[in-house]
């Protein structure tokens, strides 16, 4: 019994500092990382490009002054 508490703190306690260790640095991008970044980039300026246009044309046309069609009405002579 002894034996089995004594494996069991050793094991929690280099489990306790394996874990505290880290093991992948922080920062460790490589081309492929700044490669699919760059395409979501695209991707992102690709799509805010034409809704821009849009938007702009939708402002444009909400505060242009508004044309009225011009309407005649003839009246008929009733005096015949």
Same mark, same amino acid.
């Given at each position: &019994?002894?034996?089995? $508490?004594?494996?069991? &703190?050793? &094991?929690?306690?280099?489990?306790? %500092?394996?874990?505290?260790?880290?093991? #992948?640095? +922080?920062?460790?991008?490589?081309?492929?990382? +700044?490669? !699919?970044?760059?395409?979501?980039?695209?991707?992102?300026? !690709?799509?805010?490009?034409?809704?821009? $246009?849009? !938007?702009?044309? $939708?402002? @444009?046309?909400?505060? #242009?002054?508004?044309? %009225? %069609?011009?309407? %005649?009405?003839? @009246?008929?002579?009733? #005096? @015949?």
């Amino acid at each position: &019994m002894k034996r089995l $508490v004594l494996q069991g &703190m050793l &094991m929690f306690g280099v489990a306790g %500092t394996a874990l505290a260790a880290g093991g #992948a640095e +922080a920062g460790g991008g490589g081309f492929l990382v +700044a490669l !699919f970044l760059g395409f979501v980039a695209v991707i992102i300026v !690709f799509q805010l490009v034409p809704s821009i $246009v849009v !938007f702009y044309s $939708v402002i @444009k046309e909400l505060f #242009a002054p508004r044309q %009225t %069609t011009a309407t %005649t009405v003839v @009246k008929q002579d009733e #005096a @015949k």
